[in-house]
């Protein structure tokens, strides 16, 4: 799912070559408490992913924030509220551990994302920067 639209194919690789990196990537997560991996699931088929980050900061009075990324909903899912569900839930995990705000980025490549995050009540309040390196 993380290939299964325009950005998403041209930087991730179903490729047998790069598993391990996948693996590794996740291992990393699994052992963070401050990481957590979501995962949907209809039966044997996973319909829908995000990954929640809760950062620690010292700005807006040491504020917690509740970073949610990779946030996937199968092709033939989309439109079924199950987006929706899955924010429904990252925001109420969020608030159970004392975030104080909810934030994400998103790809400009992704309009009918920007809709959603939109209508859920996220405000474009930032430009985002990011260095490749």
Not at 60 to 79: K, P
Request: glycine share 10%.
């Amino acid at each position: 799912m993380l290939a299964d639209d325009v950005p998403g194919s041209s930087r991730e690789t179903a490729s047998p070559d790069v598993g391990p990196c996948y693996q590794n990537a996740f291992d990393e997560i699994d052992a963070d408490p401050n990481q957590f991996l979501c995962v949907v699931e209809d039966g044997q088929q996973i319909v829908g992913t995000l990954q929640l980050t809760f950062i620690p900061g010292l700005a807006r009075n040491g504020a917690r924030r509740g970073q949610i990324e990779a946030v996937r909903i199968a092709s033939d899912r989309r439109g079924s509220k199950l987006g929706e569900a899955m924010f429904t839930w990252a925001i109420d995990e969020c608030r159970s551990r004392g975030c104080s705000l909810v934030q994400l980025t998103t790809d400009k490549a992704r309009p009918d994302a920007h809709r959603f995050y939109d209508r859920l009540g996220f405000e474009p309040t930032h430009i985002g920067y990011k260095l490749k390196v």
